[in-house]
């Protein structure tokens, strides 16, 4: 018996986040910013929350690494995912929080362009980040287990003479 293509890959990821604070030097109302700088799969904690951890505090900046999320695929969303793998720089959307003082802190990850994009609509920051081959792989099988693009057709234009010619007898 084979398996159902859901049973062969995986639908839930583990990732972790790198958050980075960018020091800005020539700006008198900003000393800096935060960035996602990267995304690492199969990353999680023991207990299943989200969890930071410092890896670098220094004159350049700082990094933190937040691990406990996960990216989630669903059947809905794969012509969204094959138009990010389709895309010239496939991409890990990371919906983040924002908090006066305190580090970027990364809450969703998607690879959906447009859960990224329902998101921005609603002035919630969204970072995009590289996207790690190892995820660009998984991705792709699941693309092409769940996902076949409509083949374009030619439209038939509607024969305007006839349609006319009938309205003007009678």
Known sequence: MQDSPAATVPQRYPVAVMVAFQTIHDNRWVDGRWLVTGVVTGMTPGDGGIH????????????????????????????????????????????????????????????????????METDVRVERAA?????????????LENYAPEKKQKRKRDNWKEADRGRHQG
């Open 131 to 143: 996207m790690p081959a190892e995820l660009y792989r998984r991705l792709e099988q699941y693309v």
């Open 52 to 119: 930071s951890k410092r890896v670098h505090a220094g004159d350049t900046g700082q990094q933190y690494l937040w691990s406990g999320l996960h990216i989630e695929l669903h059947k809905d969303e794969a012509e969204s995912y094959y138009h990010n793998l389709m895309s010239d720089n496939p991409g890990v959307f990371v919906i983040c929080n924002e908090e006066p003082g305190e580090p970027l802190q990364p809450s969703i990850v998607t690879l959906s362009y447009d859960e990224a994009t329902s998101y």
